[in-house]
């Protein structure tokens, strides 16, 4: 008689973490099974950042705004993997018919999000490093960082935000059918304009800014474009304390907020029989 | 391929497919605005780029050259991911992919079809574009002064090389894994950069113009340009030393290769595809 090995179980902070490590791990290893994407998330990327650099260069732009476009593009990489890889995913998972196994599962769903979240923040994190360092050479864009520090809090709150806004985003997504995806299309130009991607935001005026402040990136954007351009400062929409001030909050409460809803509509959406629902 | 009754009807039932597939999650006000706001604000990118740097200056005939390379440019991300994002849609989401293949249809034609809610969609944008442009920012085109025989004609070769250049990248996307982003406009983003639709190619080094010179989206941009606003761009340029004859030409020549190109990449890779066991393939990450 052979017996059979019984599974490890984990449960509670165990379960939570072996579940952010389990929904990483397709992501880091797709990845790296994957070796197209090198092509299609970095090289095309580039190019498309180069594209809004030489326009800058063919109508006379000051040399720091070179700079502004190769931050702003490799920034681009992380809200079109919130925006595909996160806000949309849950609704892509139920499509899939991958959903219902998640809510079946003694897995939290929050930690699932958070391994989609790590997974795909470490791979765009590679696409982004490569597109500041390839379009820095490219462009001769000179550096002037004031504090390493502020540089590294500011990317990181942002980072927290902004993955904790596709997180609450996920949640509402879950409810949603064919407009989930329709809305995540919606969300790259539109947000490209008011979030200043490719200019300072302070060009938008004060109102516009703030309102557009609602999305990490813009504050994050131009609190690092601040800090990392002799002339930033000048350019920046608020001073640069201030933005991480904003940044702390809008981590603090994206994050509840996810956690929150995830589990509000979780209930909803089991209760509505959402979850297997297939509006093909 | 061959193009018969049959044919036709597999365009027309695959482009009413996309039609619903594109437009009939919502109510038709707000698929119009949903339509209009992402180009709208594409183009307002480049106008506030534009502005912030020459302190606005509009009536520059620069500005009028970004502009509409811009509005003429949103033909090519819809063109190019409404062709090959079909096969991820059809292949991943809906799961119909394997049928289609064992249907005796043309996937060429079915792939062409499944791309026309996202044509007119463009098309209801660019002329959108182009009227807030003539409106606001007082771009000199005159309907009286524009060849529309010869706009008509170039706007077919564009869009013909568009959707070749689609159906091999719909080849490359049977052979890949679904990426996060669309294959369609990413390369489209990419090639922004050697089409002139931004800046003129002179800014980019010799050796990258090759590239830009070998695409016919080049010469379909400076084509549909001067058609609308009736000359080059003034000053010594390189796409300013092309006729109007000498750009139709090249761009009838380039059109071709990549039609052949095109059709036989796609044939080529459905067919590694379909040895390979990829057609119904998901990948779940």
Request: no cysteine.
């Given at each position: 008689m052979f017996q059979l090995a019984s599974p490890k179980k984990s449960s509670g902070l165990g379960l939570f973490l072996r579940t952010i490590n389990g929904r990483s791990y397709p992501r880091v290893v797709g990845m790296l099974r994957e070796k197209t994407w090198l092509f299609f998330d970095i090289f095309l990327p580039l190019l498309s950042v180069v594209a809004f650099a030489l326009m800058y260069k063919a109508i006379g732009a000051p040399q720091e705004y070179l700079g502004f476009v190769v931050i702003g593009g490799a920034m681009t990489s992380f809200w079109m993997n919130v925006l595909w890889?996160?806000?949309?995913q849950l609704y892509w998972e139920k499509e899939t018919g991958n959903l219902p196994l998640y809510i079946l599962s003694p897995a939290s769903l929050m930690a699932i999000l958070l391994g989609m979240a790590v997974g795909g923040l470490f791979s765009t994190l590679l696409r982004a490093v490569a597109i500041i360092i390839l379009g820095s050479l490219i462009f001769n864009v000179t550096y002037v960082v004031s504090s390493l520090t502020q540089l590294l809090l500011v990317f990181f709150l942002c980072m927290g935000a902004l993955y904790g806004l596709g997180m609450m985003t996920a949640s509402i997504f879950l409810l949603l059918s064919r407009e989930a995806w329709h809305i995540a299309n919606l969300a790259s130009e539109p947000i490209y304009l008011v979030s200043g991607m490719y200019f300072p935001v302070k060009n938008l005026g004060f109102w516009t800014g703030a309102f557009a402040s609602a999305i990490p990136l813009t504050l994050g954007l131009d609190a690092m474009r601040q800090i990392s351009f002799a002339n930033g400062p000048l350019l920046g929409f608020l001073n640069v304390k201030v933005e991480i001030a904003i940044l702390a909050a809008l981590f603090i409460i994206y994050t509840l907020c996810s956690f929150f809803m995830i589990k509000h509509i979780e209930r909803l959406a089991i209760r509505e029989g959402r979850i297997t629902e297939n509006k093909r | 391929m061959k193009i018969n009754e049959s044919s036709l009807r597999t365009l027309k039932i695959a482009a009413w497919l996309s039609w619903q597939i594109e437009s009939?999650?919502?109510?038709p006000f707000l698929f119009a605005v949903y339509s209009i706001i992402k180009p709208v604000s594409a183009a307002f990118i480049i106008v506030i780029m534009y502005s912030i740097i020459t302190q606005g200056?509009?009536?520059?005939p620069t500005f009028a050259y970004l502009f509409l390379g811009n509005a003429l440019y949103q033909y090519v991300p819809a063109l190019l991911s409404g062709v090959s994002w079909s096969i991820i849609d059809d292949r991943e989401h809906y799961r119909t992919l394997k049928f289609f293949f064992i249907a005796p249809i043309s996937m060429t034609l079915f792939l062409f079809g499944r791309s026309l809610a996202k044509f007119l969609a463009a098309t209801i944008s660019v002329i959108i574009t182009i009227f807030f442009g003539v409106i606001f920012f007082h771009l000199p085109i005159f309907p009286s002064q524009i060849q529309w025989g010869l706009l008509t004609f170039a706007s077919i070769l564009g869009i013909l090389n568009m959707l070749f250049f689609g159906l091999f990248l719909a080849g490359v996307s049977m052979i890949t894994v679904r990426h996060s982003y669309f294959i369609g406009e990413v390369v489209a983003a990419g090639l922004l950069v050697f089409t002139g639709a931004l800046f003129p190619l002179d800014f980019l080094p010799v050796y990258l113009r090759v590239i830009g010179l070998s695409l016919p989206i080049t010469y379909w941009l400076e084509l549909m340009r001067r058609i609308l606003i009736g000359h080059p761009l003034p000053g010594p340029n390189l796409m300013s030393s092309f006729s109007n004859n000498e750009l139709i030409t090249i761009l009838v020549v380039t059109n071709a290769v990549f039609l052949v190109v095109g059709y036989l990449g796609f044939q080529k890779c459905s067919s590694i595809a379909q040895q390979k066991g990829f057609v119904d393939q998901t990948s779940e990450y």
């Open positions: 890889a996160m806000s949309s | 009939n999650w919502t109510d200056d509009f009536s520059s």
